[in-house]
Each structure stands twice: as structure tokens, then as C-alpha cells.
């Protein structure tokens, strides 16, 4: 008789940190549910969570190093023979060409991945190199760029605190798909309808009538990359109506006098002008907003991924604060996790430290922008990246242009890649080292909890067994490092020497704001990890509570309201306006992204469950606008831009901007050499919008890619294939 058992643990595909309750029977899940009794998540899931299991089972998954031979045939080889051969490899291009030749590219599931939070600081710091990247500067990175320069560290992030608040500005934001991004927090739907119930009222800025769009109260197009424009218009009405109240953060900011009139040309009717939203919009929102005692503004992906990506965020923030609607209950606020990684010892700021070689940008925090990678590659010259070491991720799909980093991968003198599938970037590999599974590892978030809308922790032990002999990937890093280390000439540092993730974890745990060792008074009920493993379903600490001045890093202990940084931004910005707008031909469009619900950016498109029913990358135009061009729904198509073109069915709705064209990121499989048996059919194989995507578009203040709002021209394929 099969005895079925319950396991319980956080779902780790993305920021929302939802509480499954998976059915199995030690070797099989039977089935996977929302736990009801995760005090975080309440029983809230996903397509993607509801199906974790599948990409566990899934038949493409590598569990066995790969080695490509001299005939670019894959081979099995073993764990230690693979290690020896990497840190041959890119140690001889270290010591040939320098540190900075071999470029370390960690991709999102990195984050979401305990052991390798933990240890790829180690492998990084072993490497020595300046060519470190990750998805950070295609996402939120001017989230990171406000918190450092605004509140003194990089993950001094202010988030909204929807569970209390009675009026949410959102820009660019859209949590029905997402589940809440820089805002963890599960079931966004019950979270927008109790504020409703309250009373409250949500609001909406996006160029697209987005998922989110059906449940709010209000939904206002917006040009894309104007969010600022608006927020200014904001400003100026707070600042001209002196509708300025500190609160109780009075004596704890600095810089007013700088942005004293920092908005003043931006009148309702001029924002009217460059925004695309009605003047008594903007009049009205903002009284509504002043006026309510718990509110808060908030933006995400469309908003952080455009030209003005930094100083959109910085002016929300200021709004915030200017108001008092910031570290106050219903506000903008700052969580307390468990595992606070800006105490943990070693965690170092920076900003400009150093420049990319090619085209001088800084780095950020120890990190350059992703739209540098290819031409670092490509460019030859001292310091010119002949090795690479990815983690998860898929830079061949995901990365601004990506098609020049495909035509760079193969051209790298050694390439290693740990990786669970061969995809469009580590079929570039030379080795491939495969992770245990999701399901195979313990799991705790060390740093969604930092982003989450209340304090929780939830430990997640390992379910099944991995494959014998598998290294886990925090064992993998450990290897790399040591054999890294032999050139560099530096050792693992003291604690990751000896201790593996869980004593790791315990440690922090114990030293949190929680913990036992935290202070005197707990030393009898703080936190450890024993405790947080009794706890099967997670300890909730309860909301986010007020924390300055005690959680600013700044050199004056103060919150900056004027950095340099966006003041010069801003002025730039300003200049640009001085130009004459150019005309619009029909032809042409500004292109925005999209996220699916059942998408986790590229990688949980080889799921079946996920991704059967209609074909969902297709390119998103008005009704009007292809009544203009002539086009019938579902036709092909040809989007084109300065960096490339693509075919696309278009889908023709009311449901986006006129103007505005909308593609979904993550497609573009079905390419020789990958082994992605689901994603590469044909039916939903879809095409990549990053061969069109423009890598020298950035967020000039942050350097962020900015994806958002580039121009593209759209003809009909048949008209292209007639034209000589
Ligand atoms: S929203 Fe979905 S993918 Fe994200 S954590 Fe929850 S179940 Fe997992």
C-alpha cells in the first residue's frame, strides 16, 4: 500500500515566497497545493507554483556533467574530472590574459537558491574579476540605486505596505501576473480587494490594460518611459500648494532646499502634453493622495526597465516622504527579515568603483550593466572576456540585443555553465554542471524577505534525494572556488570552510534581529533554526513597523533627498525636453514588454501544463492602429528596430495605448543544439524580443537596461516580402 505524506515548503520560482503543501509518497508528488496555513501566504498559489513538480520530473533535466568533445558532441564525465578541467581552463586564461578575462554571469534562480546565495559571494570573490553581471540591471536595479543613494544601502528598498494602506498608486506594475515583484507578498487579487473593502482605492498607470487593470478602481494610459513627467507634476502641485508634512522624519532627512523647485515647469496642462494623461487627472489624484492619511506610490518592472527608470523612483520615494506617507503603517516602509544580509559582516557598497573597458559604465554594488556583456566579448583588446561561468539564467535570450551575445558565446575560449537544461545560452557551454532540483534542496529566502510585505520565516527541507553522487550547488561553488583560489591566492572564508548552508543559516539566524543571540532578553524564545524548523508552515513576526532612523545607512545617518545623481539626471533630462518631439509616421510604435502568469521569464516554458491554450507571444496593437496599417488579427507581422527585426503574429485588442506595441519576453526557443523538447514546439516556440531590443538604450542615471518605450517600425510581412 502507498503511504502519502505531506510536505511543506516555500515555492522558489519567484519573489511571492507562497507556502505549498505538496501530497507524495516519498517518491513521487502526488499533488501540489497552496498551504492554508502558511501565515504568509495563506494558501495563495500559482500555475507555476502548482506545477513546481514538473520541472523535478521534467525528462530534459541534466543530472550528469557534460563535456562537449572536439567534435561538439556532448560526453558524460565525472563531478571531480569536470572541476579539474575548469579550473584549469579558466585559470590559465587568468593567467594569461588577467583577472577580469573571465566574466561570472549569476542569473535569477540564483536568488531564489539558498546555497548559492551563499556561496557564489565566494566564487565571485575567488575570481577577482570586474566582469561580474546579473539580471539586476535588466529589472531593478533603480531599486538598489535609491536604496544606496537615498536611504545608504543597496537593499534599503521601500515597500508598500498594501495590507494597510487605503489609496495605492501603482506605475508599470502588475501583480495579478507577477504575484507582487519588490513587493513579495501572495495573493494579489485578495490584497487589492480588501483594500477596496475598506474603503480604499488602487490606481493604475500603465500604457496597457493589464491583468491588474480588471480589478483596480481606476486604470490611466500613460505614454511609455513618461511615468516621471507625472510624478513631477505631482511634485509641483506639493510643493506649490505647500502641501509638504514631514511627520515624524522631520530631523531625519536631508536635502529639501535642493529640490525646492526642482518641478516647477511641470504644470498639469504641460504634463497633460508629455504624458498622455488628462491635466484634472493629475489635479485630482494628487489631492486624493496628499489627503489620505494611509497612501503610498509605488512602481515596478514598466516603470524601473525606461530611460527614467532611477528618477522615477527617486520622485516616488520623495512623494512619499513628502507627504508622510513613508515609514508609516499604510506607506512606503522597510522590512525587518529574519536574516538581515545588511548586518552580515563583509557586505560591501559601492557606485563607480570601477567602468566597463568598452564603454566606461559604472559599476553598481560590484556589478556591471548586462548590456555590456556581448561588446566585452566581442571587443578585442586588454581585459577582453575570453572566459565565461554562468549559473542558471538565459543571457542568450534575456540580455538587451541578445543576438550579438549569441554571436559572441561561441567565439569565448571556455565556457562552463551549472545548469538544469541545455538552453539557448549553455548549449554554448564546454561543461555543463546540473544542480539537484527544487525539490531536491533545502531552501530558505535570504533575500525576498527583504522586499516582503510583512516579516515571516519559513524554512524548506529537501524532498527527495538527488541523484547519487550529485553535488549540490553550493558544493559546486565550493569546488570552483577552491580551485580558483590556487591562482588568486585568497582562501574560502572562515565560516563557508566549514560550514555547509544549514549551519550557515542557523548562524544568521541566531544573529538576526530575531534571534537568540540577538540580545539578552532572547536568549530563551529568540529565533534559530531549530525553531524555524518546528515551524512547518512559517513564523509571521507581523507587519512591517517604523525603522528610521535606526535602518539608514547614510553618512549622515539621514535620508538623502537630493543626491547628486538624480539632481544632474534631472537636469539632463530637462535639456532633452528643449528639442522639438518628431512627428509619428503610422508605421511606427513604441514597444513595451509583457509578463505572463504562467511565464517565469524563459525558463518554465518547457512545463506543458503551462504553457498549452494559445499562443501567447504575439505582438499586442491597438484596433485602431492596425485598422491603419491594414492588418488582420493573428497575421505575421514585421517589427523592426536600429538592432534587427522579427516576425510576430500580431493580436489585435483595445487593451493597450494607440501607438504602443506589446511583446512578451523569454521566447525565441526551437534553436539547434538546445534540448528543450516542450519549449522549442513550434506552436509556442515563439520569437525573442531581444533581437530587436536595442543593448545602448539605458537608464542614463542607473544604467539599467531600458527596454521600455523603444521605437520599433511595424509593417505587414507581406508587404515586406514584396519590397525588393
Ligand atoms: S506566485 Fe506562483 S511561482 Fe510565485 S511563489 Fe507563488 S506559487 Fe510560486
Known amino acids: 500500500m502507498t503511504v502519502t505524506k505531506k510536505h511543506y515548503r516555500v515555492c522558489n520560482l519567484c519573489e511571492a515566497m507562497c507556502g505549498l503543501e505538496i501530497e507524495h509518497d516519498g517518491k513521487q508528488v502526488i499533488s501540489v497545493k497552496g498551504d492554508p496555513e502558511d501565515p504568509f501566504s495563506k494558501g495563495s498559489l500559482c500555475p507555476k507554483g502548482a506545477l513546481i513538480h514538473k520541472v523535478h520530473e521534467d525528462p ?45 554571469y549569476l542569473g535569477n534562480p540564483t536568488v531564489h537558491n ?63 501576473a507577477s504575484n507582487g515583484s519588490i513587493m513579495s507578498g501572495c495573493g494579489p487579487v485578495e490584497k487589492i480587494k480588501s483594500i477596496q473593502g475598506r474603503g480604499g482605492k488602487v490606481i493604475l498607470f500603465d500604457p496597457r490594460a493589464t491583468e491588474t487593470s480588471r480589478v483596480v478602481d481606476e486604470h490611466h494610459f500613460i505614454l511609455p518611459g513618461t511615468d516621471v513627467f507625472f510624478l513631477l507634476g505631482m511634485l509641483q502641485l506639493i510643493q506649490k500648494n505647500d502641501w509638504i508634512q514631514l511627520g515624524h ?4 532627512v536631508s536635502g529639501l532646499e535642493k529640490i525646492k523647485n526642482i518641478a516647477e515647469e511641470f504644470t498639469p496642462d504641460r504634463v497633460e502634453a508629455l504624458t498622455g494623461v488628462p491635466a484634472p487627472v493629475l489635479l485630482r489624484l494628487t489631492k486624493e493622495y496628499v489627503l489620505q492619511d494611509r497612501a503610498v506610490l509605488y512602481g515596478r518592472m514598466g516603470m524601473s526597465t525606461q530611460e527614467h527608470g532611477g528618477l522615477c523612483h527617486w520622485i516616488a520615494s520623495v512623494l512619499n516622504i513628502l507627504t508622510n506617507h513613508f515609514d508609516r503603517e499604510g506607506g512606503a516602509m522597510f522590512p525587518k527579515p529574519a536574516v538581515d544580509v545588511k548586518r552580515q559582516k563583509g557586505w560591501r557598497l559601492s557606485h563607480g568603483r570601477w567602468h566597463s573597458r568598452v564603454r566606461k559604465l559604472p559599476e553598481f554594488d560590484g556589478e556591471l550593466p548586462v548590456s555590456v556583456m556581448a561588446e566585452e566579448m566581442l571587443t578585442e583588446g586588454k581585459g577582453q572576456i575570453r572566459g565565461l561561468i554562468t549559473f542558471a539564467g538565459n543571457p542568450a535570450l534575456s540580455t538587451p540585443n541578445a ?11 571556455f565556457m562552463v555553465s551549472i545548469d538544469i537544461f541545455m538552453n539557448e545560452t549553455t548549449k554554448h557551454a564546454d561543461i555543463i554542471l546540473p544542480p539537484p532540483s527544487h525539490l531536491e534542496i533545502d531552501h530558505y529566502d535570504l533575500i525576498f524577505n527583504h ?87 512559517g513564523i509571521n513576526f507581523g507587519g512591517m513597523k517604523p525603522r528610521v532612523p535606526e535602518v539608514l545607512n547614510t ?26 518631439p518628431e512627428q509619428r509616421t503610422i508605421n511606427e510604435f513604441q514597444l513595451i514588454g509583457r509578463r505572463h502568469l504562467r511565464s517565469n521569464n524563459s525558463w518554465m516554458h518547457n512545463v506543458k501544463g503551462l504553457v498549452r491554450g494559445k499562443n501567447r507571444c504575439t505582438a499586442m496593437m491597438n484596433t485602431i492602429d492596425a485598422t491603419t496599417l491594414g492588418l488582420e488579427d493573428a497575421e505575421i507581422i514585421v517589427v523592426q528596430s536600429s538592432t534587427g527585426g522579427i516576425e510576430i503574429p500580431v493580436e489585435i485588442t483595445d487593451n493597450i495605448m494607440s501607438g504602443v506595441i506589446s511583446i512578451p519576453h523569454g521566447f525565441g ?7 528543450l523538447s516542450v519549449a522549442s514546439d513550434p506552436n509556442h516556440a515563439g520569437v525573442s524580443v531581444n533581437d530587436i531590443t536595442d543593448q545602448n538604450r539605458l537608464d542614463k542615471v542607473t544604467g539599467n537596461a531600458a527596454f521600455s518605450g523603444q521605437k520599433v517600425a511595424v509593417r505587414k510581412l507581406s508587404e515586406v516580402e514584396k519590397t525588393p
Open 60 to 104: 530534459d533535466r541534466l543530472k550528469v556533467p557534460l563535456l562537449k568533445n572536439d567534435d561538439g558532441e556532448w560526453e558524460e564525465i565525472s563531478w571531480n574530472e569536470s572541476f579539474d578541467i575548469i579550473g584549469g581552463k579558466i585559470n590559465e586564461i587568468r593567467a594569461k590574459h588577467g583577472n577580469d578575462a573571465v566574466a561570472l
Open 555 to 580: 553618512k549622515d545617518g539621514k535620508i538623502q533627498l537630493a543626491a547628486d545623481v538624480f539632481l544632474k539626471g534631472l537636469e539632463e533630462v530637462k535639456l532633452l525636453l528643449t528639442e522639438l
Open 451 to 537: 522586499f516582503a510585505v510583512s516579516n515571516n520565516a519559513k524554512f524548506s527541507p529537501q524532498l527527495f534525494q538527488p541523484k547519487e553522487g550529485q553535488k549540490y550547488d553550493w558544493q559546486i561553488a565550493k569546488e570552483l572556488t577552491k580551485r580558483f583560489s590556487k591562482l588568486s591566492k585568497s582562501k574560502l572564508s572562515f565560516p563557508f570552510r566549514y560550514l555547509n548552508p544549514r549551519q550557515l543559516l542557523n548562524l544568521a539566524l541566531l544573529t538576526g534581529p530575531y534571534g537568540k543571540w540577538s540580545s539578552p532578553s532572547r536568549w530563551f524564545n529568540g529565533l534559530s533554526l531549530n525553531k524555524v524548523i518546528a515551524s512547518k508552515h
Open 403 to 413: 543576438k550579438r551575445l549569441e554571436e559572441a558565446l561561441p567565439k569565448l575560449d
Open 669 to 675: 526557443h526551437g534553436k539547434k543544439g538546445t534540448r
Open 114 to 176: 539558498l546555497g548559492m546565495m551563499l556561496f557564489s559571494g565566494e566564487m565571485r570573490r575567488s575570481l577577482k574579476t570586474k566582469n561580474f553581471f546579473s539580471p539586476t540591471t535588466m529589472d531593478q536595479l533603480p531599486h538598489h540605486f535609491i536604496g544606496y543613494h537615498v536611504f545608504g544601502h543597496a537593499l534599503n528598498m521601500p515597500i508598500p505596505d498594501v495590507d494597510r494602506t487605503d489609496y495605492f498608486i501603482m506605475f508599470g506594475a502588475n501583480p495579478i
Open 249 to 252: 522624519l522631520k530631523s531625519h
